[in-house]
């Protein structure tokens, strides 16, 4: 699971890029160093709600914007489709695999069975 500052860098550096915006840029605007800039996005710093809110201001967006999950993408989606479908395949190949090796070994037995009684 995604803790706050990691949600918060991620939303930062996705809006700057969006906008075109350098880190020196973005903290000119936002009345920030651009090492404070940095060390936000490299989640080793948590802005104040004050900085936040200009953050959030010259990044153009509103402040609950920061700590909203990113849109799940289409490519994601079928990424995670197909490392679904992979897994069940594997999964019931193995199964039948499992119930074939039982089933043919039981028809096995049940032979040697019969020809050791001279069936």
Known sequence: MT??????????????????????KLAEKAAASTQYIAMIELE?????????????????IDSLE???PPPFKAKNLKNFQNAVITDLEKALAKSINKTVRATVSAVIDSHTGELENGM
């Not at 803790?3 to 020196?24: D, E």
């Not at 080793?44 to 153009?60: G, I, T, Y």
């Open 44 to 60: 080793r710093k948590f802005p104040s709600l004050e900085m936040l809110e200009r953050l959030a201001l010259a990044l153009e």
């Open 3 to 24: 803790n706050l500052k990691q949600l918060l860098a991620l939303n930062i550096k996705q809006n700057r890029r969006r906008l075109g915006l350098s880190q020196a």
């Open 66 to 68: 920061l700590f909203s």
